[in-house]
């Protein structure tokens, strides 16, 4: 009991302590708009303010600005106008209702100064110290004024804007002003730079965090940088006195302590006399023989105590790290010495509740435990640089990061040009590495992303500067796309051109990989904004959707699909278009782990994305949320530190012919595998096993390519048309992937049958038969009009059609409902797979806008949610007093190749003979006729001009 009431005083003797060294300025503060940007003429910090405003926090938070209208001059391209002219959308141009397509809406924004003002009361514990402003992350430039006095401005996207205002204040009460400015010219970094667009934070005006003020000794600690060298079992540490006119004395120690097995490490002293006082001093910290090491298996971290002492003044800092290296090896990341390959997600700075990211450390330890559920090891941080507790948290979590400078100097900047921003860049990095150096996960840096301009030649000097400076961590350019040049001076690529799937144009596999792509590179590329695969919009995310951002973009498409007769499509469409895109991500990755020498991915991205269109790329939602259509244990089958891979040249086969597949492992674990049993086995959809066995048991290394056997399974005893599923796993490890492959009658036989007239248009002889109640099977082609404005292709929409204007393709997919009888020999999901490549890979399509509100095809077509127009590849219907269905799938050509196609065929000529043809729809001939002879408008039929053009410019 006496040892828990002496633990209770000295808790509080300490938070005493800290409160006459801190005094939190967290609360009411008076405040004024200066929309006409005349306070500093007119003295607005001699003058009391209007209103009233707590921080910390943004203008949005509070409700302070102005709604949203079509005249709203936004921070940020457009490329799609066609929402200001489309008749369909008026009703979210009403004023009252204003919503967009492009991005979340704001239920309040305001881009300009704005003025903050409270007192301040100084202790008189104070006098003779240094008093420090310190304001955590403001939103862009802030100035300072005390008692009327202007201290300064500062600018940093990055990092804290710290103020000293020693000679300003005295102890007693003095006021404190505060004018925020957000107009992007306040940083210059470009207007879609994710630090500042509306495309995703959104561009606020307030200060988030921390603020306070605190105090120093004048004699302090003005940086301390840690420098691991584990290799030699010490820490190199550099610290930065202010302050000092004599002799000092320094003192180090450190402890682990957030590991199962505690570390200390002994305290070391070293005086400097007058004569060894420098700008930098270092000191050489003895971690001994158990220091503990961190990576993404073992985030262990170390808390150093530095304390300066002089005379009779002293300043004790404390300062978080790892002991790790981060290195490059020819063509590959090497952690502590261990090859690494990085499992990346790009994060931009989507955080819909508060428009801003956050700044608590659990939050952010929520999003990275997510990601590693997920298999993912790293994050790109898009043209921004996360506030501290990011770094904290993916310390704490084990994740490799890369901030970048907070830029996308594109559009409306370039760089090299001798622009601001060539200059800000570079300081703004500066202050990236001294305020955020010493966390461990810091372990890459770029300037930012996809610049213009002269800026090969920028960053190749940025690269070299910060080679020389800072071997904490490694460095490349900028994060590029795939029509950027080479970056010379790069110590690592991140560039586009190297990723995707080929099944535009070829069927799929799983024997190619990117090696051909890499063979003249030389340093380790990571592949930039991997995937990119879109998901239909989840509408049941609206009601989330309860901070800053509303989800307006989504209530829009919602209404299209209403409106184009498909109320209640939107969970079905999601879930289809969702195993489409799961599809996708899993052969692209793996496509990725079959390449030699390919050092990681950085996927755009596991989470949603809400500007630029509206780009629904993430199998989670914005909010890390999963959607339901695959979870983090299928993800990881394919995504992991160990990933089974199988290469095989098809997935569909005839039943004369013997599945064959090499089997690999790519193997990124802490430690090799020792004597790794690697097995298999095969099954159908219920479960019955037809195969398994041993493929091979043998030590794995670290790396990829890691060949283990074959599988030869003939396939001559399937007794009919079937899917099929491989697993592979090694034994005793949760390392398991899956594939299914498709089995089909090595023969087909189309009884002749008169009573179904085959044809490819709706001729007299289709017209006569349907008159007189016969059935009829058109297999329209390419004959359709009415949809061929409609670009399907088997992968779904890339980023999404509105901010590459209507780019193809623009379908995600199909729906089906699989239990239809038409399907009762053609094994099919709800949603596209493998097989269906052969048969949906740019088969033209039908449109129904005009088949009625009901009506329904039997193999859907999933439209671009910008448009959400009723389409399909095949249909049935009562026509006349006759049957009819009509499809626009290629079900004759090749048969003796196309067995896909064949089968189809046979399931539905079977179907059409059986006693289940019975449609339950009836759509009149004309309606029929049309699809050969209607034509529909442009889908940027209402698009005239870029809103970058249309909007007024900003004063």
Known sequence: MRKHIFVFYLLLITQLLH????????????FQIDKENKGIDEKWYAHPLNDKINLPGSMPEKLKGERPSLQTQWTGSLYDSSFYYNPELEMFRRTGNVKFPFFLTPERRYVGAAWYKREIHIPSSWKGKRVILFLERPHIETTVWINNQRIGSQNSLSTPHEYDITAAVRPGTSTLTLRIDNHD?????????HSITDHTQGNWNGVVGRMYLYVLPEISFKDIQVFPEPDKQQARVRMVIQGHKSPVQLSLKAESFNSGIPHHVPEITQAFSKNDLKDTLEMVLPMGKDVQLWDEFHPTLYKLTATLTQANQSDTREVEFGMRTFTIQGRWFYVNGRKTML??????????????????VESWERVFRICRNYGLNHMRFHSYCPPEAAFKAADRVGFYLQPEGPSWPNHDVRLGQGQYIDKYLLEETIRMTQRYGNYASFCMLACGNEPSGGWVPWVSRFVDYWKAKDSRRVYTGASVGGGWAWQPKSQYHVKAGVRGLNWKSKRPETMTDFREYLDTVKQPFVSHETGQWCVFPNFNEIKKYTGVNKAGNFEIFQHLLH?????????????????????CYKHEIERTLRTPDYAGFQLLALNDYSGQGTALVGILDVFFEEKGYINAEEWRRFCAPTVPLLRTEKFVYTTNETFHANIEIAHFGAEPLQAAKVCYRITDAYGKVYSHGVIGQTDIPIGNLNHIGQVDFPLKDIPS?????????????DAVNDWDFWVYPESVDFASDETIYQTDTLDNKARKILEKGGKVLIKAGKKVTYGKEVV?????????????????PHTTGILLNPHHPLFQKFPTEYHSNLQWWELLNRAPIMQFSDFGKDFQPLIQSIDTWFISRKIGVLFEANVLNGKLIMTTLDLDSAPEKRIVARQLKKSILDYMNSDDFHPEQRVEIQQVQELFTKVAGSPMLYTKDSPDELKPKIK
Request: charged content about 20%; proline content about 6%; glycine content about 10%.
């Open 19 to 30: 409160a006459q060294n801190v005094i939190d300025l967290a609360g009411e503060w008076s």
């Open 185 to 193: 010219s306040c940083a210059k970094v470009g207007q879609n730079s």
């Open 343 to 360: 499992r990346g997600t790009v994060e931009n700075c989507d955080f819909p509740l508060t428009g801003y990211p956050p700044m608590d």
């Open 563 to 583: 409106t184009h007769g498909m109320e209640g499509k939107g969970q079905d469409f999601m879930m289809a278009s969702g195993k489409l895109q799961a599809l």
């Open 721 to 733: 048309a079937m899917k099929l599923n491989i697993e592979v796993q090694v034994e005793g490890t």
């Open 792 to 808: 399907q292709y088997f992968t779904p929409v890339f980023w999404n059609t509105s901010w590459f204007k209507m780019r193809p």
